[in-house]
């Protein structure tokens, strides 16, 4: 029997203590347990990693409480933590916190109960009539709770039939009625209701993927099956291969995580399952940053207590606590927001992949404009390439125009061109519907003095500030600083400051003025701050209360509305030009994803593509939906200059709100690092990071690159732990980094 547990101590900068076990828990304890431990004069929470039967430590103190003997996390989760902060050279408390919840972790927040009422005789007629006479109110309470199925909670018999406390209480002492607390569920869509939708005819290329997802299903533990890359062009019934192959986890009696990327999708996806698994019990659970602390603490408890087997959330909805996993699905794979931008700097695609592979388990990525890294795993048979080529029904793709702004600025200046305002006019006539695509929020971009030549900056980070008119503001993008809009030059004093660029609230404006009849909407970070107004949107568009939506990329994937027929792309190159050797594929990818709102219904859909670079191999192959074409010449450049699939990128950040000793501090861990550099690493010289002020803080980049990134991780925490930086300086460090400004 182990006598002392090692823990990790929350907040303990991820570093592991001894413990002696007491002897009433100490054949019951297990790792991924929640204890509380002595630190100095506190008490801390810590989550028992490990066992063991003896240590070097002296003076070794006992555990002050245990709060969970059974563990909250598996064996499994411990390892995959261990796995992150190695391959993602983090510590292992950052990688545990990002595994455990921190409502779980805090365990401030429980279990939410409530009194319910219920008969406790039979009350005939006779003696109801002859209290109504005395006391109406408990009469009416009576009759209620006789015609209800279950017990009533008091709230519901308050607003029925008027039962305050004290007739509840009169009733009680009478021993007509007893009183009693039940556990409720906080659920996020508990105010909804799912009509059940059945199963859809799948058609020969869905039923042929279909088999091959059933076979890596079937395998059961049995092998380790290979992921499968899914390649379905947009509208090719992706979904519903993923419903069905889930049903069929189902019914093995095992569990499945669904990953969306955007919390805009979750509505939509929530949706589709709850009406498909409505008669069923197996309940879905979701887990995503806009759920309240009760919400998503209920959720992960109805995971681990297996009363929920499919989950579906954004990135860290990987880490749920599911029993007996059977498939994991990654949907729209390809998308960044599957990357944390803060530590741990995981990928959650790539720790499901690496989840799959440890439970033994399926996984599905789907998506129509896969990862080059994904897609190069395919090819060199890492994973198993799965493709839908054709749209369901036989819907074709539609018909994309690119339309040369070069052009068209020099008839007028106008957002739309001619021939898109023409398009919409038709479509309105027709009842249909239009979505507009811009990926910049805000009215306009920047603020720019014609006299003395002057920019709005934010103060905080070398960006200029862009207007917001409906706030009267300008504000920073990258810190959210604000300031009330000049009404003239802040250095000349001149009043004929100019407002350029466009922003969707501009795009939304200019529509309706265009269109003053039609209904225009706008979906962006700055209206859809309220934690319903993602879904209110949504249904009143699918429900064609809405005639054109203006948006960012929150509209651009994974929405399904079968009366969209034109998609307008205002400008396609705001991402094609930046210092990323991403830059191209993004946009690639964006423009089909958005052109792929289009057309999902029963008429041909159409995009027009507005851009002042038309021919760019980006929007050109993206024209012709040419996934295969922008692969072929995409990779070579990749291969050529030896980036990412062909090596893992590490990007080191170092910042500071000292300019000189950011770079500084950047020279010196550049020398470092050359020092014992493992072979096949390439490392840069430091330099000013592309954005290179940012919430008040310089930056400086260093990137390596190589082919062993284990090996490269474990060289960098070796040298970054003997290092002492200024205590104003700070290092992070990005495996497999996706954003270089």
Not at 69 to 90: F, H, Q, R, T, V
Not at 553 to 578: C, E, R, S
Not at 621 to 648: L, S
Not at 672 to 679: N, V
Request: glycine share 6%.
């Amino acid at each position: 029997m182990p006598r002392y547990a090692r823990v990790l101590v929350d907040d303990s900068a991820g570093k592991a203590f001894d413990y002696e076990l007491p002897e009433a828990v100490a054949a019951v304890l297990q790792p991924g347990a929640r204890v509380r431990v002595p630190v100095r004069t506190r008490t801390a929470l810590a989550t028992v990693i490990e066992l063991i039967d003896e240590t070097d430590v002296p003076g070794v103190k006992p555990i002050s409480e245990v709060v969970s003997a059974e563990p909250i996390l598996s064996p499994l989760l411990l390892k995959l933590g261990a796995w992150m902060a190695d391959y993602y050279c983090c510590s292992l408390e950052a990688a545990m916190k990002a595994v455990l919840p921190n409502v779980i972790r805090k365990a401030e927040v429980g279990h939410q109960t409530r009194l319910f009422a219920r008969l406790a005789r039979e009350v005939g007629e006779e003696e109801i009539e002859k209290l109504e006479k005395k006391a109406p109110l408990q009469a009416a309470a009576i009759r209620f709770l006789a015609e209800a199925t279950e017990p009533v909670s008091l709230t519901d018999l308050a607003e029925k039939c008027d039962a305050t406390h004290s007739v509840v209480q009169a009733l009680v002492k009478k021993e007509m009625i007893v009183t009693e607390s039940a556990r409720v569920e906080r659920d996020p869509f508990g105010d909804e209701s799912f009509v059940h939708a059945a199963p859809l005819e799948m058609n020969a290329e869905q039923l042929a993927v279909f088999e091959r997802v059933k076979h890596a299903i079937d395998e059961d533990g049995k092998t380790v099956p290979k992921p499968i890359l899914l390649h379905g062009v947009t509208g090719s019934g992706k979904t519903e291969i993923y419903l069905q192959a889930i049903q069929l986890v189902l019914e093995r009696g095992q569990s499945a995580i669904m990953l969306v990327p955007e919390i805009s999708l979750t509505p939509q996806t929530v949706e589709r399952f709850k009406s498909r698994f409505a008669t069923t019990k197996h309940e879905v659970a979701v887990l995503h940053s806009h759920l309240s602390e009760g919400e998503r603490h209920d959720e992960w408890h109805k995971i681990r207590e297996g009363r929920a087997r499919i989950v579906i959330g954004a990135r860290s909805a990987i880490f749920a606590p599911c029993a007996n996993l059977g498939l994991v699905v990654v949907d729209e794979e390809h998308e960044n927001t599957y990357k944390q931008e803060e530590t741990p700097r995981y990928h959650g695609r790539d720790v499901a992949v690496l989840r799959a592979s440890m439970e033994r388990c399926a996984i599905v990525l789907g998506s129509a404009t896969p990862s080059l890294e994904s897609f190069h795993n395919a090819q060199t048979g890492k994973y198993e390439l799965l493709r839908l080529l054709a749209r369901v029904d036989d819907k074709k793709m539609p018909f994309i125009r690119v339309i040369d702004l070069r052009q068209e600025s020099k008839k007028h200046g106008a957002i739309l061109s001619e021939k898109l305002i023409t398009a919409i006019n038709a479509r309105l006539e027709k009842r249909e519907q239009t979505i507009l695509f811009l990926n910049r929020r805000g009215f306009s971009t920047s603020l720019v003095c014609e006299k003395c030549g002057h920019v709005c900056e934010c103060p905080n980070c070398s960006v200029s500030l862009t207007f917001h008119r409906a706030m009267g503001r300008i504000v920073c993008h990258i810190c959210g600083y604000q300031a009330v809009a000049p009404a003239k030059c802040p250095e000349c004093k001149d009043p004929g400051i100019k407002y350029s660029g466009t922003g969707t609230e501009k795009v939304e404006d200019a529509v309706s003025r265009l269109f003053p009849k039609a209904v225009v909407k706008r979906m962006d970070a700055d209206v859809m701050q309220r934690r319903d107004a993602f879904r209110e949107t949504l249904t009143a568009f699918r429900t064609g209360k809405i005639d054109i939506l203006v948006g960012t990329q929150m509209i651009a994937k994974g929405l399904h509305f079968p009366n969209v027929t034109l998609v307008g792309i205002v400008n396609a190159d705001l991402g094609l030009h930046l210092p990323d050797f991403r830059a191209g594929e993004r946009t690639f990818q964006l423009l089909t994803q958005v052109a792929g709102r289009a057309g999902r219904g029963d008429v041909e859909g159409e995009v027009f593509v507005q851009s002042f670079t038309p021919f760019s191999p980006s929007i050109q192959h993206a024209r012709h939906h040419d996934f295969d074409g922008f692969w072929e010449q995409e990779i070579e450049f990749r291969r050529q200059w030896d980036y990412p699939p062909f090596t893992h990128m590490v990007l080191i950040i170092i910042r500071s709100t000292h300019q000189q000793r950011a770079g500084f501090s950047a020279e010196t861990l550049h020398r470092r690092l050359k020092e014992g550099l493992p072979a096949g690493v390439t490392l840069s010289e430091p330099a000013p990071a592309p954005l290179e002020k940012s919430h008040g803080s310089y930056r400086y980049h260093l990137m390596l690159r190589t082919r062993s990134i284990l090996r490269l991780s474990r060289h960098l925490r070796g040298v970054l732990d003997k290092l002492t930086f200024p205590d104003d300086v700070f290092v992070t460090v990005d495996v497999d980094a996706y954003q270089l400004l």
